[in-house]
C-alpha cells in the first residue's frame, strides 16, 4: 500500500440527492475492499449515510467470499491488495459470472494502469487521494446505468418556477411549451433542478452528469452550460445563472 493519503480532506458542502434503492425496496448492497482501516471506516459510514447495505473486506480472498455471499449491487475495490491484487479479483468475480458495477480504487496515474482496470471488465476508477462526494457521485452513477435501482422520490416530475421536468417520460417544458434536449443536456437540467438556489461547481456537476471528468477539463460543463440556456432561456427571463469563480445555479425568473 502506498502511504499517500487516501482521501482529501476538503469536504464540500452537501448536495440534495433522492436516495437511491432497489428496485424491490430494499436497501443497496456494495461490498468495499481495501486494506487501509481508516480508508473503509470512513467509506463504509458515507455509504451508510445513503441508506446503502455495507460489507468490507481487508483482502482479495476476503472480497470474493463476501462478493459470492452478499450479491451486492455494486463494488469498490483497491487494485493493490495484500494477496491478490484487484485486477485478478475482477478476472475471478467476471469469470464466476458476477457483472456488478466495479469502481477502483488507485495510487497509481498513469494511463496504462487505468486502461487495464477497465479492459478487464472495471466500470471506473478514482485516484487516490479522492473526494467523498466523486467516490459516492461516481457510485451513484454506476448503479443508475446498472438499472437495478430506483429513484426514492414522491414524483418523478420536477417543477422550478415555470419550467417543469417529467423523469419519466423525459418531458421537458418551460411556460407550456415542449423544449426538446438530448440526452445529456436532460442529465444535467435534471440535477440542476434536483437542486434549485444552490449553486453547484463545475466539479460536481462534472462528477453527477458525466461518468468520466475529461481529465479535469470543466470546458465541457460550460459547453452545456450554454446549450441549455439557449433552449431553456433564449426568448424568456434568465434560470440559469453563472456565478463567477464558484459554478452555476438555476432558479425560479424573477
Do not use: C
Not at 493519503?5 to 424491490?24: E, G, I, M, N, T
Not at 467470499?65 to 451486492?72: H, K, Q, T, Y
Not at 458495477?101 to 479522492?130: E, N, Q
Request: glycine share 8%.
Amino acid at each position: 500500500m502506498t502511504t499517500t493519503p487516501a482521501f482529501s480532506q476538503h469536504v464540500a458542502s452537501p448536495v440534495a440527492q433522492p436516495k437511491l434503492r432497489r428496485a424491490d425496496g430494499s436497501p443497496i448492497r456494495a461490498v468495499v475492499v481495501d486494506d487501509e482501516d481508516a480508508l473503509t471506516d470512513l467509506l463504509s459510514m458515507a455509504l451508510r449515510y445513503e441508506g446503502w447495505d455495507v460489507r468490507l473486506a481487508e483482502n482479495g480472498q476476503k472480497a470474493l467470499a463476501a462478493v459470492r455471499e452478499f450479491r451486492p449491487d455494486v463494488i469498490v475495490l483497491d487494485v493493490m491488495l495484500p494477496d491478490i491484487d484487484g485486477l485478478q479479483v475482477l478476472q475471478r468475480l467476471r469469470a464466476d459470472g458476477n457483472q456488478a458495477p466495479i469502481l477502483f480504487l488507485t495510487a497509481k496515474d498513469s494511463v496504462d494502469d487505468r486502461i487495464a482496470g477497465l479492459t478487464v471488465g472495471g466500470d471506473d476508477y478514482v485516484t487516490k487521494p479522492f473526494s467523498l462526494e466523486e467516490l459516492v457521485a461516481r457510485l451513484r452513477g454506476l448503479i443508475r446505468r446498472a438499472g437495478v435501482t430506483i429513484d426514492d422520490s414522491d414524483d418523478s416530475h420536477i417543477a422550478v418556477g415555470d419550467l417543469e421536468l417529467d423523469e419519466e417520460s423525459y418531458e421537458v417544458r418551460r411556460g407550456g411549451e415542449i423544449i426538446e434536449l438530448t440526452a445529456t443536456e436532460f442529465e444535467l437540467l435534471r440535477y440542476l433542478m434536483r437542486n434549485p438556489r444552490r449553486v453547484l461547481s463545475k466539479m460536481q456537476i462534472l462528477d453527477r452528469v458525466w461518468s468520466y471528468d475529461f481529465g479535469g477539463k470543466s470546458s465541457v460543463v460550460e459547453i452545456y452550460i450554454s446549450y441549455l440556456r439557449k433552449k431553456i432561456d433564449a426568448g424568456r427571463p434568465q434560470m440559469i445563472h453563472t456565478v463567477r469563480g464558484v459554478g452555476y445555479v438555476l432558479k425560479p425568473a424573477q
